[in-house]
C-alpha cells in the first residue's frame, strides 16, 4: 500500500465512503487523500498529527481532515483496548460539481471552508453521535442524508482547526515515505536525545537539505516539531500520572532541564506544568 498519496478504496460510480476501523492500532503511516474525511472516535486515543500540528485525539471525538491535508493517527500503544472509528469519506464533487453550490446549501459553505484546516468538533457531539452510530444500517440513500445533517451539525458547533499551516502540494510517494520515516523516528525516541545529524541520516540527506525540506513542508524546523511532541506527551504523563512530580515527567519525555521544560511548556501550552495539570 502506497504511503502517499492513499488511495481510499470505493466502486467507480460510489460517491460516498462510510468506513468503520476496529484495530488495535489506527492506520499509522503518514498520508493524505483528495476525499474530505469526517471521524468519530468510539474508542481508542493517541497522538493526530494533521498538516504542521500535534494533538491528540480520545473516545468521544469528532474530526474533520480536508481534502489533501497530511496526516497522520498514532494510536497509544498503552491501551489494550482496541480502537473504533467511524469514517465518511467525500469530495465536493461527490454528488456532482455542482451540488454543493446550490443555494438551498449556501449556509454550509462554512465547513468546507474550515475543513481545509481540519478542525475538532467541541459542541452538539449529542446531535451527531447518534448520526454516525445510525450509518452501519442505512442505505446509500440514507447514509447520504446523513452526511448532510452532520455536516449541517458541525457547521453550527464550536471547532477548533486542528493545523495553522498546510503544504499545498501532493506529496510524491517518495517524499510519504522519507516523511513518515521521519515521524517514526520521532514518536519513538522523543523521550531520547535526537541529534540533526542522526534525523538527516534517517532521511538519508545532508543536514542543511533536511532543514529546508522540513521547513518548506511543516512550517517549523524540526526542533520544534520535536519539541511539541516532547509537551504533548508530558500532557498525557500529567493528567494520567497526578502524583508523579513534574520534574521526573520532563526527564521522561527528554527534558535534561526542568526550567527549560517550564519555559517551553508555558511557550506551548500558555500555562505552567502544574497550572495544567490544575486545570485537570
Do not use: W
Not at 492500532?25 to 500540528?53: C, M, N, R, T
Request: glycine share 4%; charged share 25%; proline share 3%.
Amino acid at each position: 500500500m502506497k504511503v502517499l498519496p492513499f488511495k481510499i478504496p470505493k466502486p467507480k460510480n460510489e460517491a460516498l465512503v462510510y468506513q468503520i476501523d476496529r484495530e488495535q492500532v489506527f492506520y499509522d503511516q503518514l498520508h493524505q487523500h483528495g476525499e474530505i474525511q469526517i471521524s468519530y472516535v468510539e474508542k481508542g486515543a493517541g497522538s493526530l498529527i494533521v498538516g504542521d500540528s500535534i494533538n491528540e485525539y480520545k473516545a468521544g471525538d469528532i474530526l474533520v481532515i480536508g481534502s489533501f491535508i497530511p496526516h497522520v493517527f498514532r494510536s497509544d500503544a498503552r491501551i489494550k483496548e482496541e480502537s473504533l472509528m467511524h469514517t465518511l469519506f467525500f469530495d465536493q464533487d461527490s454528488f456532482g460539481k455542482d451540488f454543493f453550490q446550490l443555494t438551498d446549501l449556501s449556509s454550509i459553505q462554512n465547513f468546507f471552508d474550515k475543513s481545509e484546516f481540519g478542525m475538532l468538533i467541541h459542541s452538539r457531539k449529542r446531535n451527531i453521535i447518534p448520526l454516525f452510530h445510525a450509518l452501519s444500517h442505512q442505505n446509500k440513500v440514507e447514509q447520504i442524508a446523513s452526511l448532510l445533517m452532520i455536516i449541517n451539525q458541525i457547521n453550527r458547533s464550536k471547532t477548533t482547526p486542528l493545523s495553522s499551516f498546510v503544504y499545498r502540494k501532493n506529496f510524491t510517494d517518495d517524499e510519504g515515505k522519507r516523511m513518515s520515516k521521519v515521524y517514526d523516528y520521532v514518536m519513538e525516541r522523543y523521550h531520547e536525545p535526537i541529534t540533526l545529524d542522526e534525523i538527516a541520516e534517517k532521511a538519508n540527506m545532508s543536514k542543511n537539505a533536511f532543514c529546508r525540506y522540513f521547513k518548506k513542508r511543516t512550517n517549523k524546523t524540526f526542533f520544534q516539531f520535536l519539541i511539541e511532541i516532547r509537551i504533548e506527551n508530558a500532557c498525557k504523563l500529567i493528567i494520567k500520572n497526578p502524583e508523579l512530580a513534574i520534574a521526573v515527567i520532563a526527564e521522561q519525555c527528554g527534558f535534561n532541564n526542568i526550567a527549560n521544560f517550564n519555559r517551553k511548556f508555558k511557550a506551548f501550552k500558555h500555562c505552567t506544568p502544574t497550572q495544567y495539570r490544575n486545570q485537570f
